[in-house]
């Protein structure tokens, strides 16, 4: 049996811990003197060592600690149980233990147990793995989260690291991605750069900072935008680090830094004039959409709230500081009702409106590039614009009640002349972003039977026939049989009635 000799004579005598043997709560301890007490009154089984070595090696966070346990730790004489264990059994570390014990199944035939290397048990405690490598042990082996190395990454033990790199045999692959998903901008480890350090200071380590995997990129590109930044400062002083990858949408080193999202928190000019400094870094590569630095940092001013830009102008400006100039975007020219002359990207306008796009694909449409928008002011074009590239737009309603304010009248119904602008831009050229945002707005509208009966007259009275035509169709007409089935005033039935004979509306 699994404590032969052993299961009278170990009662526990510590009550946190009072259903295991009390050998094991002295190994735990670092208990010399008791452990060869206990250890010497009964036949001892391997397995029983096998189970006092990982008592000794064990983290204390993995149990409940007693206050001696908390004392055998900070003395360091845990490491020396397990040694005891070693030198005075021969237990052999090199061949592995079993995660738990069942002293109903002591040959384990009905439970699948998981078994673990003695340096593995060791590599949440610093002096435990010191102890273990001054033996003849295997430190190729794979753990549960790979090498050694990348476990004691993984576990935050950069004493652990320390250790480890001191062994000439020592397996540093995969090392840098450990490190880097645990030392995030998210997650912080303080203690993550100085691992760092202490790997760049290893031969093999450093060099494994440029092995490329599965994916085919190295370590630190796959992690440029969580990577933490003081990391990310550190390992661009270093020389041998490369930072030509590329991916598959042709981003390069700079583009990702670029994209990073912790900008808006942090201070980035110094980190971005770092990579600058690079020789290999090319300021102005085009990625597959066309975007070199500069436009990225444009792209990302353009779609964000004002409150979130953050630092993406000092970005921009460390750019031009460079000599980065924006890739020239092709446009579209737009006059306006008063003459003046907007522009809209064409990639926008190619990808928001049919008749955009099909003009720009005869070839007059592709040498001209102009459009008269005579119909549409000023301010209704900007609200357009902000559809068309899909930047954050202002409030539809603010935008008509504003407008209603400049021009004197204190009502609070909609200003259906510049509603009016809009649907009629909206459906000559076939802009379907605008479009779906004007019909579910008026939609809501003509929920108010106030505003439905203003709405109603307005394009009764009104003589543009595109207007009247596109709203009672889709949307009036069965706002003016609401009223009537809810015996609203005359005037709503007359409007409807007078739709019905112009659209052929059914009347009720």
Same mark, same amino acid.
């Given at each position: ?5 052993? *299961?009278?004579?170990?009662?526990s ?20 003197d ?20 990982r ?10 600690? *007693? ?21 005075h ?22 439970v ?21 490598l ?7 082996i ?18 652990v ?22 030392c ?5 480890w ?43 400062r ?9 930072v ?46 066309g ?29 031009e ?19 003046k ?23 007059v449409?592709?040498?001209q590039?102009?459009f ?29 009640? *504003? ?5 004197g ?22 802009i ?12 809501q ?64």
């Open positions: 049996m699994f404590f032969d000799g052993l *299961s009278d004579s170990c009662e005598d510590d009550e946190s811990v009072s259903s295991e043997p009390a050998v094991l709560q002295a190994s735990r301890r670092g208990d010399l008791k452990m060869k007490l206990l250890l010497d009154a009964g036949e001892v089984s391997v397995r029983l060592l096998q189970k006092c070595f008592g000794a090696c064990e983290a204390p966070e993995f149990f409940e600690q *007693s206050e001696a346990t908390k004392a055998a730790q900070r003395k360091g004489c845990r490491a020396e149980a397990a040694k005891f264990i070693i030198d059994f021969g237990l052999d570390v090199n061949v592995k233990i079993p995660e738990e014990e069942y002293e109903y199944d002591p040959e384990y035939t009905s699948t147990i998981v078994h673990r290397w003695p340096l593995e048990l060791s590599l949440l405690s610093a002096e435990a793995c010191k102890m273990l001054s033996y003849p042990v295997e430190v190729g794979e753990t549960a989260k790979g090498t050694p190395l990348q476990y004691a990454c993984h576990y935050r033990r950069g004493d690291v320390k250790e480890l790199l001191n062994h000439p045999a020592i397996d540093t692959t995969g090392v840098w991605q450990s490190l880097f998903a645990e995030s901008s998210s997650r912080p303080p203690e993550g750069v100085e691992v760092a350090e202490l790997l760049l200071g290893h031969p093999g380590a450093k060099k494994a900072l440029n092995h490329r995997g599965k994916s085919g990129f190295t370590p630190l590109f796959g992690r440029l935008q969580t990577v933490d930044q003081r990391l990310l550190l390992l661009l002083a270093v020389p041998e680090l490369d030509r990858d590329v991916d598959e949408q042709g981003q390069s080193f700079l583009h990702r830094i670029l994209w990073r999202p912790p900008w808006k928190r942090t201070s980035p000019a110094d980190l971005l004039r770092a990579v600058l400094a690079r020789e290999e870094v090319d300021l102005h590569r085009k990625d597959k959409e975007r070199n630095a500069v436009d990225v940092v444009l792209h990302r001013l353009e779609r964000v709230p004002q409150e979130e830009k953050g630092t993406l102008p000092a970005l921009k400006a460390v750019l500081e460079y000599g980065a100039l924006p890739t020239d975007v092709p446009k579209i020219s737009f006059t306006l009702r008063d003459g002359v907007c522009e809209l990207k064409e990639k926008s306008c190619m990808e928001a409106s049919q008749v955009f796009r099909a003009y720009l694909t005869t070839e449409g592709v040498l590039r102009q008269s928008l005579k119909e549409v002011s000023e301010n209704t074009f900007r609200f357009m614009q902000a559809v068309i590239e899909q930047k954050p737009e202002p409030n539809l309603s603010d935008l008509l009640a *504003s407008r209603k304010r400049a021009r009248q204190q009502t609070t119904t909609t200003d259906h002349q510049t509603l009016k602008e809009l649907l009629v831009a909206a459906d000559k050229y076939m379907t972003p605008l479009q779906d945002k004007l019909e579910a707005f008026v939609a509208l003509l929920r108010t039977s106030e505003e439905a009966e203003a709405l109603i007259a307005y394009a009764e009275a009104e003589v543009d026939a595109l207007f009247a035509r596109r709203l009672g169709q889709k949307l009036l007409a069965p706002v003016a049989q609401k009223l009537v089935e809810q015996q609203k005033p005359a005037r709503a039935v007359a409007h409807m009635m007078s739709l019905g004979r112009k659209f052929d509306v059914a009347e009720p």
